[in-house]
């Protein structure tokens, strides 16, 4: 059983920063990638950033480079991201994820295992 907890979220001014958090606990050992997810009110849950978990490599939506940091802490089992000039368009349901393949991972973590959610709102 794989657990996934997000934290962090919250209402913020547009330019303001958010740091999340998704503390794992479960078979920790068998991720081979975390990432993050978000969902914007109205439309499909699309792909952020993601973290190949014993290597550290990641991958960005190109809406979020530049602005968005996705690190980890492998002792805690803990994934974070960071998020910085922050826009309206950022404003969504945040969701963690994590996966036993990489390759399923960067497919919607078709298979994989999802947080609730937590919720940022960015104001204009």
């Known amino acids: 059983q794989v657990q996934l907890v997000e934290s962090g979220g919250g209402l913020v001014q547009a330019g303001g920063s958010l740091r999340l958090s998704c503390a794992a606990s479960?078979?920790?050992?068998?991720?081979?990638?975390m990432a993050w997810f978000r969902q914007p009110p109205g439309k499909e849950r699309e792909f952020v950033a993601a973290?190949?978990?014993?290597?550290?490599?990641?991958v960005y939506a190109d809406s979020v480079k530049g602005r968005f940091t996705i690190s980890r802490d492998i002792a805690k089992n803990t994934l974070y991201l960071q998020m910085n000039s922050l826009k309206s368009q950022d404003t969504a349901v945040y969701y963690c994820?994590?996966?036993?393949?990489?390759?399923?991972?960067?497919?919607?973590?078709?298979?994989?295992?999802w947080g609730q959610g937590t919720q940022v709102t960015v104001s204009s």
């Open positions: 973290l190949d978990w014993a290597a550290g490599n990641t």
């Open positions: 994820a994590a996966n036993t393949r990489w390759s399923r991972m960067l497919r919607l973590n078709v298979g994989g295992y």
């Open positions: 479960g078979r920790t050992f068998d991720f081979a990638a």
